[in-house]
């Protein structure tokens, strides 16, 4: 029997797919179910210059950290129960991110949308008479062509469509062909993400069978078709230290070591890396655990 | 002086209740809409409405979930109602029947918002969470704004950033921006404010029990529009003390973020 193609890749071999100054969006948001290992193994790479697209959270700040953006498009980077992330809050007093937009959150989903649909823009209301207007002038605004109740015909954002030359996402369950669920509460804007980018990789906690996929959760959480994926990795923990809600919670210790460390001196900052990102994917989860070893010896 | 010799009373109210009692009320008028309070104060306020002024509110568990019931501050085990995962918020606020209350970083006399950074935006001196939902909000549902520190770096007479857009700006980009910009109550640790003053600008509704206008005016780094004798803030009810104390936050976390006015003292 004929079978759609497999795409079950390494960590690695996702990332040799990315090239310098590449447009990358990541899923998940803020703190929650982001594509960390492959974001770990961007970090590991000779990748620069790349622009950046993401609800931002930890992803943001590390890559900021690592020099590796060049332009970020963001509506906020916040890690939730430590409020300001702060890698990205260094790169942006220090000015070390080149190209910044700073977009409602709104607008972040209606420019993926506009994307997803291969339009160069769709209206909306947000960001009209605030400073994202004035900050972003490059993004402009359209007349209705339609008189409203009042005869008016409002002027309104022409939200530019987020083109993305690369998704990464992370989702709990995925079968080797790129169908996907997601097992927590909420969806995020992951196949948003997947429909907006020419190339897109799913990491995921578990590959399973096809028929593995709804054994034990409704289809409505299919949220992922296999026929916008290009390749499909299994990393375990793979979004520590962001949740992956019901495979696990946001890793709180370790979020607030790794804003402590980012908040602190060069050698705080020099320390964290050199104990957690100085190997690869199973060295992180290692040093992770030791961590927590660390912490639970220590009661 | 409004603080009592009997501390013990029911009725002694803290600035903490009373605040919360000051964002109920913002919510009394509001019927059957999504409420969403950002942070402590707003969330226990809402639930305080939701439980006495206006039980047709809708709320969330912050994350992806409608509550059916009204739980204690951080509480997680609750009925559930509906689904409302981060792109079905965007939807309602899109729709407009939602009241959110905010943060402020900064807050300017013609109540526009500030969260996105503190200087230039290009270089700011502080950077904060970015402009998240503001500049879509204040153009399609109602907006409030919690202030638990009052002051006159809070209370500006520019904003640094504008993310959440005040009437006079929303007026000025046209009807686009203007037909649903409704920024309802600003609430502070010292009094109750609106955006309906002559020219749009911020103007001062009641001084909280204990507090002067002078108070209020040399806390605040614009010049307030103030008409007439300003009235002072509600105490909270006998039933909404109980509410707060035994239901919604039997912890006592309100006084972390409004610390109590010790008497004799403003």
């Given at each position: 029997m004929s079978k759609p193609r497999e795409k079950v890749m390494t960590i690695d071999e996702v990332v040799a797919q990315l090239s310098d100054g590449m447009t990358i969006g990541i899923g998940g948001w803020g703190p929650r179910r982001k594509p960390m290992a492959l974001v770990r193994a961007i970090l590991r790479s000779d990748l620069k210059d790349l622009t950046i697209v993401s609800w931002g959270g930890a992803d943001v700040g590390l890559l900021a950290r690592a020099g590796k953006i060049r332009k970020l498009v963001y509506a906020f980077v916040s890690l939730d129960s430590v409020p300001l992330e702060p890698n990205f809050q260094k790169a942006r007093q220090e000015g070390t991110i080149p190209e910044i937009v700073e977009l409602d959150e709104g607008m972040f989903q209606t420019g993926l949308?506009?994307?997803?649909?291969?339009?160069?823009?769709?209206?909306?209301?947000?960001?009209?008479?605030?400073?994202?207007?004035?900050?972003?002038?490059?993004?402009?605004?359209?007349?209705?062509?339609?008189?409203?109740?009042?005869?008016?015909f409002e002027e309104l954002t022409a939200v530019p469509a987020l083109k993305l030359d690369v998704a990464l996402v992370h989702l709990n369950r995925a079968d080797a062909h790129g169908?996907?669920?997601?097992?927590?509460?909420?969806p995020y804007f992951d196949d948003l993400f997947v429909q907006a980018a020419d190339k897109a990789y799913l990491s995921c906690e578990q590959i399973v069978d096809t028929a593995g996929l709804t054994v034990d959760t409704p289809v409505q959480r299919l949220l992922i078709s296999r026929m916008m994926i290009d390749g499909v990795v299994e990393t375990p923990n793979g979004a520590h230290f962001t949740l992956c809600t019901p495979d696990y919670e946001r890793d709180e210790k370790f979020q607030k070591a790794y804003a402590a460390a980012?908040?602190?001196?060069?050698?705080?900052?020099?320390?964290?890396?050199?104990?957690?990102?100085?190997?690869?994917?199973?060295?992180?989860?290692?040093?992770?655990?030791?961590?927590?070893?660390?912490?639970?010896?220590?009661? | 002086m409004t603080a009592p010799t009997t501390e013990s009373s029911m009725s002694t109210s803290s600035r903490a209740e009373v605040c919360a009692a000051a964002i109920a009320d913002a919510f009394a008028d509001d019927g059957e809409i999504f409420a969403s309070p950002m942070g402590m104060l707003p969330m226990l306020g809402v639930r305080l409405a939701k439980l006495t002024s206006n039980p047709d509110l809708v709320i969330s568990d912050g994350e992806s979930l409608f509550l059916g019931g009204t739980p204690p501050l951080f509480a997680k085990a609750d009925v559930v109602e509906g689904w409302i995962p981060f792109r079905r918020v965007f939807?309602?606020?899109?729709?407009?029947?939602?009241?959110?209350?905010?943060g402020a970083t900064q807050v300017d006399?013609?109540?526009?918002?500030?969260?996105?950074?503190?200087?230039?935006?290009?270089?700011?001196?502080r950077q904060l969470l970015g402009s998240r939902g503001a500049p879509g909000n204040t153009v399609n549902n109602r907006t409030s704004y919690w202030v638990p520190k009052h002051g006159p770096r809070v209370f500006v007479e520019n904003v640094d950033i504008v993310s959440g857009v005040g009437p006079a700006r929303a007026k000025a980009a046209g009807p686009g921006a203007s037909k649903y910009n409704d920024i309802h109550r600003i609430v502070s640790n010292l009094g109750v404010f609106d955006v309906k003053g002559a020219g749009d600008t911020v103007r001062l509704l009641s001084v909280h029990p204990g507090v002067s206008v002078e108070d209020v005016v040399a806390a605040t780094g614009f010049a307030l529009t103030i008409e007439g004798d300003v009235p002072v803030t509600r105490e909270p009810t006998e039933s909404e003390l109980m509410i707060i104390r035994n239901v919604l936050d039997p912890k006592n976390l309100r006084d972390r973020e409004v610390p109590p006015v010790e008497a004799?003292?403003?």
């Open positions: 949308y506009a994307a997803a649909q291969r339009l160069p823009f769709l209206p909306m209301r947000a960001g009209l008479g605030s400073d994202v207007l004035v900050n972003n002038a490059w993004i402009k605004t359209v007349a209705s062509p339609y008189a409203d109740e009042n005869g008016d169908n996907a669920t997601y097992l927590g509460p909420d980012a908040g602190g001196s060069d050698e705080d900052w020099a320390a964290f890396e050199a104990r957690f990102l100085s190997g690869d994917e199973d060295a992180y989860q290692a040093a992770v655990a030791a961590f927590h070893a660390e912490l639970e010896g220590a009661k | 939807d309602v606020v899109a729709h407009g029947k939602r009241h959110v209350m905010m006399r013609l109540g526009n918002q500030n969260i996105s950074a503190i200087g230039d935006f290009a270089r700011p001196k004799g003292a403003k």
